[in-house]
């Protein structure tokens, strides 16, 4: 393992959609989440959003074009006007993670400053999907800390504890991933994201599939509540888990990820 770079944390689920602030309002109200906030940097490359904190330390983001002309379209166009389509992970070494991703031959969507960070962008085409890699050394440090108001106290959900990726070839592609952010494998398809499982699953095309949140305290105890959470986000499949089996998806022994069941009761949100 690399002393440089032994931690990652998933920090943004991030979903797109034609109308996002529209979207992002259907999120917000299935899921008791805040109405979020915008990324001020956005508006300059031709895209609007909106961040809505899921607990202490992660957040759902809903993604979308500010124009006809953003380049953002003609994804939306391919996978049918909405689906997941990124994920932010912070490291604590960015530039290390850059150069073994240029040694592999992945190249960079992105590379700049953002609100005093160095960020990168890793292509999809090589990744599976798009990777954001945010360099922020302190651990316990995020760019919207000082962002206020935070998660709301009723909320049904308050962690991100798996998301699942397909692609062509699994195996393939979480030894990338680990390679580049210099992480050690879970096992050969799963990825530790600081409490957040990666999981790699066989798929013709590089997509963003599922994801297992966590049943805040009030959810998981409440029938009621949690049979009326929406079964997908924006075309991302959804399940849900109480606290305990959130903490127990991370281990190596705990086989198959919650997130592939495709969830449990209620409608689609979006």
Known sequence: ???ESRWAVLRHLV??????????????????LPEG?????LAAIGLIDRNMPVGGQRYLEVVGPLGPGSYINRWLGRVGGQG???????????????????????RLAADQEVLGYRIIQLHPADMGVLLELDGIPDRGRWFWDDITPGPRPDALIDDITAVTVGVPDPEAAAALWA??????????????????VIEFTGHPRGQL???????AGQASASASASADLPTSLLGL??????????????????????????????????
Do not use: H, K, W
């Open 37 to 41: 906030f915008g990324d001020p940097e």
């Open 179 to 196: 390679d580049v952010i210099g992480l050690e494998l879970v096992t050969p398809t799963r990825l530790d994201f600081s409490g957040c």
């Open 1 to 3: 393992m690399r002393a």
């Open 209 to 215: 599939l599922a994801a297992t949140f966590r049943l």
């Open 84 to 106: 997941g389509y990124c994920l932010s992970v912070q490291v604590p070494d960015v530039a290390a993670c850059r150069q073994r991703a240029l040694e592999r031959g992945v």
């Open 15 to 32: 979903l797109a959609a034609s109308d996002a602030l529209a979207a992002s309002g259907r999120v917000a109200a299935a899921l008791r």
């Open 237 to 270: 499949r959804t399940a849900y888990a109480a606290a305990d089996a959130a903490e127990r998806a991370v281990a190596p022994s705990s086989g198959a990820v919650t997130s592939e069941d495709g969830g449990q009761g209620g409608t689609s949100s979006g």
